[in-house]
């Protein structure tokens, strides 16, 4: 049990890094000032687990309950806002133009995967272990839920309706990781959906996998 919390509290702690990264760096590119980078930061980060606890009648959310994910948030963003203050000039590099949509990919991936699973253990752990629709929502939403609404307070089509495999992949990382929980236990389900997440976001950007969407004819 020990080391199931300790794991937890490890995957949750990354994912709310890599999150938190992910709003910051779109608020440093529309050029927001300090306090929009830690909001859009924070929001990205904990938003999803917002939305899951809301569902779940939770209150007050884990965010307010637990801030420890609020402050990494918090302080993420900070520091990257630092980094850029203080070299400006990184905003305007070929650096920044070649290396932003890989950066955001793999911290959006690294959340993705940690979070979706994090969704669906939460579920678990409120009894609903039996309940399947419910538990695969309550890990996409968490996934997701986040970068939705960065994107929207940003002002820029959401990641998740316009970039390669998202959603999708939340949703099959999150069925698989209700699968081995019933099989295997909390541990090999987080460790094992976490890594299909990711591989299928990778597999998805480096193949320019995307879902077939309707282009408006000449």
Request: with cysteine; aromatic share 10%.
């Amino acid at each position: 049990m020990e080391l199931q919390l300790s794991l937890l509290f490890f995957v949750e702690a990354v994912g709310t890094i890599a999150f938190a990264s992910s709003g910051a760096m779109v608020a440093i590119k529309k050029q927001l000032d300090l306090l929009g980078v830690i909001v859009l930061g924070v929001t990205t980060a904990v938003g999803g687990g917002m939305m899951r606890d809301i569902i779940l009648g939770v209150t007050p959310p884990a965010a307010f309950s637990q801030p420890v994910y609020i402050l990494f948030s918090i302080l993420t963003s900070t520091l990257l806002f630092a980094i850029v203050y203080t070299n400006p000039e990184i905003l305007h590099s070929r650096i920044k133009n070649k290396y932003y949509d890989k950066i955001m990919l793999w911290c959006d991936t690294a959340g993705l995967g940690i979070f979706t699973v994090v969704g669906v253990n939460t579920g678990i752990s409120h009894g609903y272990v039996n309940y399947m629709f419910l538990l695969v929502f309550l890990g996409t939403i968490t996934g997701v839920g986040g970068g939705l609404l960065r994107d929207i307070m940003a002002g820029v089509p959401p990641y998740i309706l316009v970039k390669h495999i998202y959603a999708c992949a939340s949703i099959v990382g999150a069925i698989v990781c209700v699968v081995l929980y019933r099989n295997f236990g909390a541990v090999v389900s987080m460790i094992g959906a976490s890594a299909v997440v990711i591989l299928i976001r990778y597999l998805a950007a480096h193949y320019r996998w995307n879902l077939p969407k309707l282009t408006r004819s000449e």
